[in-house]
C-alpha cells in the first residue's frame, strides 16, 4: 500500500500478527500514518481501507492484543468499555499494585475500607489525599478489592 509515499511494510510472526515495520511506533505501541491530512492508527487505516469507515463511537480492537499488529483478522470493531472491559478481562491493565505509580496496596485498601477513622486521619496515614479515601470507600477507586 502506498500512502503520502511511504509504503506500508510489515512481517508476520509466529503468532500470525502482521506487525508494522515502514512507520514509527508511538509511545503505546501503535504505529501511524498521515492519510488525507489526518494521521491515525495504521491499524485504524487498514480496517477503513478494507471494511469500510469506523461508526462513531467505535474504536478498533485487537483480538491478538498487539498493537502494530494490522492483519485484518486480528482486528475488530468495539466500544471504548468493551475494550477497556477486555483489557481487564486479559489482565492487561496496570489496574492496583501493576501501576508503578501507585501508593497503596491491596492489604492497605482492605484495611482503609475497614478505618472508622475520618478521612483526613486515614489520608495522613497513607500519604494520600482525602479524596481518595473517599473514592475509595465509595467503591469508586480500587473496585476489584472486596
Known amino acids: 500500500m502506498h500512502k503520502n509515499n511511504k509504503q506500508l511494510e510489515w512481517k508476520v ?3 500470525g500478527c502482521w506487525e508494522v515495520t515502514s512507520h514509527a511506533i508511538g509511545n503505546r505501541g501503535y504505529a501511524a ?4 491530512g489526518i494521521r491515525q492508527g495504521v491499524h485504524r487505516f487498514i480496517y477503513e481501507e478494507l471494511f ?5 463511537g467505535m ?3 485487537h483480538k491478538c492484543d498487539n498493537p502494530r499488529c494490522i492483519n485484518p483478522e ?3 470493531l468495539g ?4 475494550n477497556m472491559k477486555d483489557m481487564v478481562e486479559k489482565k492487561r491493565s496496570l489496574i492496583g499494585e501493576r501501576n508503578p505509580n501507585v501508593k497503596l496496596t491491596m492489604d492497605k485498601v482492605r484495611a482503609i475500607k475497614k478505618d472508622k477513622r475520618s478521612y483526613s486521619q486515614i489520608a495522613g496515614e497513607y500519604g494520600v489525599g482525602f479524596g481518595v479515601i473517599g473514592q ?11
Not at 52 to 56: E, M, N
Not at 138 to 145: A, F, G, L, Q, Y
Open 136 to 146: 475509595i470507600k465509595r467503591r469508586e477507586r480500587w473496585t476489584h478489592i472486596s
Open 59 to 61: 474504536v478498533v480492537m
Open 74 to 76: 486480528h482486528l475488530k
Open 52 to 56: 469500510g469507515s469506523i461508526p462513531d
Open 13 to 15: 510472526t509466529d503468532t
Open 79 to 82: 466500544t471504548q468499555a468493551e
Open 33 to 36: 500514518i498521515t492519510h488525507n
